[in-house]
């Protein structure tokens, strides 16, 4: 997957998940996505590497980064709860789908219940 085309993808399927909100409080050059305030995808180039950047499992993280090239430690994030990913020919649109989705659901997942249940009904 080429970096356009990553971004891009990761962009599509962030605005799909319920109540995410794109907004721009580092700058126009970082796209960042949140639900319910909180962050869980920035958009960015960095070294002249377009990437996004996501919150990950710990461990599901060190495993990815060993299976794919284009996934790295989050840039400037926590490199224990974050990764970036770069485009590479081992990055398929239904993994950065799947990537995307995951790093919604733990930040919803660490929200009050009550929230939890509005931001995905039954």
């Not at 920035?42 to 710990?58: E, F, M, T, Y």
């Not at 461990?59 to 224990?80: A, C, V």
């Amino acid at each position: 997957m080429e970096s356009k085309a990553l971004q891009a993808h990761a962009k599509r399927v962030a605005l799909e998940l319920p109540f995410t909100e794109l907004c721009w409080p580092f700058g126009l050059e970082f796209d960042v996505f949140k639900v319910e305030g909180k962050i869980f995808m920035l958009a960015a180039v960095a070294h002249g590497r377009p990437h996004i950047s996501l919150k990950a499992d710990p461990q599901k993280s060190l495993l990815n980064q060993q299976i794919y090239r284009g996934i790295e430690p989050g840039y400037h994030l926590n490199k224990k709860h974050w990764i970036s990913v770069y485009a590479s020919d081992d990055i398929t649109p239904e993994l950065v789908t799947d990537l995307v989705a995951e790093s919604w659901n733990r930040v919803v997942d660490k929200l009050p219940k009550k929230t939890q249940k509005r931001l995905r009904p039954d």
